[in-house]
T-cell receptor, first 112, second 116 residues
Framework: NAGVTQTPKFQVLKTGQSMTLQCAQD?????MYWYRQDPGMGLRLIYY???????DKGEVPNGYNVSRLNKREFSLRLESAAPSQTSVYFC???????????FGPGTRLLVL | AQKITQTQPGMFVQEKEAVTLDCTYD???????LFWYKQPSSGEMIFLIY??????QNATEGRYSLNFQKARKSANLVISASQLGDSAMYFC?????????????FGKGTMLLVSP
């Protein structure tokens, strides 16, 4: 039981390049989330998916797209990376609204 | 207005002493949940403790307890008998049900350093 996994762990991009961050969970959770963490800002919600087939914008969705591929997988895509997207990205999942949210190990992204 | 406020950017405590990390929140939703997470230097987010808005008693998990004062909208984390391994960033977070879905809002965190 791996919990929440994320790939890659580290990535360096040039401005304008695109990439997809992958997230998968094996806990049969309905809801999945993408956050970014910047120094002094805490974690901010980018997008979330309450259930398979649905996605919604969070606090900071601009410049990102998501896909809930199936119940296990929730990917985050940067179509044209910008230096402002340099951050640590966390994926998370949970089963019910009042249960603990489990986090992946994070992806460190540097955009030059 | 911020929904979660952590006013202590950094805290220092000696090993074996107790420490309180402050968290205040703002919501008009009668049903909400409050969480504390620990983030060590390795970067992972570790769940520590949860308090529901309707819970009558303060939550406890081992050395962690949550001092929940609903009228003051505060949910302070108390760590008893601090250990060197407690040195980390600590985040308070609140869950509200928005349009039937729950989202988690985080504070900016408090860095705790435990000295020998």
């Amino acid at each position: 039981n791996a919990g929440v996994t994320q790939t890659p762990k580290f990535q360096v991009l040039k401005t304008g390049q695109s990439m997809t961050l992958q997230c998968a969970q094996d806990m049969n959770h309905n809801s999945m989330y993408w956050y970014r963490q910047d120094p002094g800002m805490g974690l901010r919600l980018i997008y979330y998916s309450a259930s398979e087939g649905t996605t919604d914008k969070g606090e900071v969705p601009n410049g990102y797209n998501v896909s809930r591929l199936n119940k296990r997988e929730f990917s985050l895509r940067l179509e044209s990376a910008a230096p402002s997207q340099t951050s640590v990205y966390f994926c998370a999942s949970l089963q019910g609204a009042w249960e603990t949210q489990y986090f992946g190990p994070g992806t460190r992204l540097l955009v030059l | 207005a911020q929904k979660i406020t952590q006013t202590q950017p950094g805290m220092f405590v000696q090993e074996k002493e107790a420490v309180t990390l402050d968290c205040t929140y703002d919501t008009s939703d009668p049903s909400y949940g409050l969480f504390w997470y620990k983030q060590p230097s390795s970067g992972e987010m570790i769940f520590l403790i949860y308090q529901g808005s309707y819970d009558q008693q303060n939550a406890t998990e081992g050395r962690y307890s949550l001092n929940f004062q609903k009228a003051r909208k505060s949910a302070n984390l108390v760590i008893s008998a601090s250990q060197l391994g407690d040195s980390a960033m600590y985040f308070c977070a609140m869950r509200e049900a928005v349009a039937g879905y729950s989202t988690l809002t985080f504070g900016k965190g408090t860095m705790l350093l435990v000295s020998p």
